[in-house]
């Protein structure tokens, strides 16, 4: 996974750089914590977005309490994966709400140059890469 962050600030913990991003609308004091998009494509490599979505969806602060929220953000209504998984997003690319992170995943539908990535998953990339604090791919969805 390559991940790039914008803004926040990089310290040095045990021996390792650790970047924290910037506070964002979602995890300013309100009791909200950061929300994570894993956007959703035809032919979405499986493991690319599950493996990420399961990590993140499973992190727990100290009191126990989910770490980030995730949500999925698709092209269409439903999904087909490829191996003929079908997912249904939590949300298209018009209604997707504010990320603090976006990923994005591989597979053919990422490979291969289609209609629905000039129209669609490019110009929603580029839109949300200035507002979205970490955007990181998993493979080829760099």
Do not use: N, W
């Amino acid at each position: 996974m390559r991940l790039e962050a914008r803004g926040g600030a990089t310290k040095v913990a045990e021996g390792r750089a650790v970047h924290t991003p910037p506070m964002t609308i979602h995890d300013q004091g309100r009791g909200t914590v950061p929300l994570v998009g894993i956007l959703l494509f035809d032919d979405v490599e499986v493991l690319d977005f599950a493996g990420p979505y399961e990590v993140c969806s499973g992190t727990t602060g100290p009191t126990g309490a989910p770490y980030v929220r995730v949500v999925t953000v698709g092209t269409e209504q439903e999904i087909r994966c490829r191996g003929g998984l079908r997912v249904r997003p939590d949300h298209g690319l018009a209604d997707c709400p504010a990320l603090d992170a976006l990923i994005v995943p591989g597979g053919p539908g990422a490979d291969d140059r289609t209609p629905v990535q000039d129209e669609l998953i490019l110009p929603f990339l580029r839109e949300r890469a200035d507002s979205t604090a970490i955007v990181a791919s998993v493979c080829t969805g760099a």
